[in-house]
């Protein structure tokens, strides 16, 4: 899968959450979903039919954001399916929570549920079993990241920031941002990008089958 293909794959945030399909590249990024927050907060991770989510080793302190609290999280994210901690260079505390949502609707029974359902068990199974503390490659991701990062502010203007309220967010470029901080939280978002199409891959899902959506993403103590 190229590079172009694996950043369609996620959209982590904002007020109406929407799913990405196959063909939209690289916006992906660019896209912001918050749920009751700023309109550019990257706080719900889709995945869609070009769908990826990624994971990445340990930045640092793995576990002590959730176990001190460092990190405010709404109502609702108590008992996420996969989190993971880690620390930014700067020595801020960033989280990854993700729930996986059901995208069947009893009223509407289709054909496709059983194949959903199924997609959507795996997946909640692979994060609770620790998938985001295992299976994550900061290495690639770091790299991907920078790419990604440069390319957005010299295209759009716009890049990836840690948001004042501590969300990975898509915002303008300013002054001296991206900095390092910004660019390790993207990162991990991009690990776990990859490390979820990794997971559908290896599991045997088709990518046109794809179609559940997490809620959740990168989120860091205020700063």
């Not at 999280?73 to 505390?93: I, K, N, V």
């Not at 290896?202 to 997490?214: H, I, K, L, N």
């Amino acid at each position: 899968m190229d590079d172009d293909r694996l950043t369609s794959i996620l959209d982590t945030s904002a007020p109406t959450a929407r799913v990405l399909d196959a063909g939209i590249v690289r916006r992906m990024i660019l896209d912001a979903e918050t749920m009751a927050r700023p309109a550019r907060a990257r706080r719900r991770a889709r995945i869609g039919i070009a769908a990826a989510a990624s994971l990445a080793l340990v930045v640092g302190g793995g576990g002590v954001a959730i176990a001190s609290g460092l990190v405010a999280w709404p109502s609702g994210f108590e008992d996420p399916d996969g989190s993971y901690a880690f620390t930014l260079p700067s020595g801020r505390a960033c989280e990854v929570r993700l729930i996986v949502e059901d995208r069947t609707d009893p009223s509407e029974p289709s054909a496709d549920d059983a194949a959903t359902t199924a997609l959507q068990e795996s997946v909640a199974s692979w994060l609770r079993g620790g998938a985001l503390d295992r299976d994550l490659d900061l290495v690639a991701a770091d790299a991907e990241a920078e790419r990604i990062l440069a390319d957005q502010e010299t295209d759009s203007g716009m890049t990836v920031l840690i948001g004042s309220d501590g969300w990975l967010t898509d915002a303008a470029v300013e002054p001296g941002r991206p900095d390092a901080d910004d660019a390790r939280a993207f990162a991990v978002d991009r690990a776990v990008h990859a490390a979820m199409t990794s997971h559908l891959i290896d599991a045997g899902f088709p990518e046109d089958t794809w179609t559940f959506s997490t809620e959740g993403g990168v989120r860091c103590a205020a700063g």
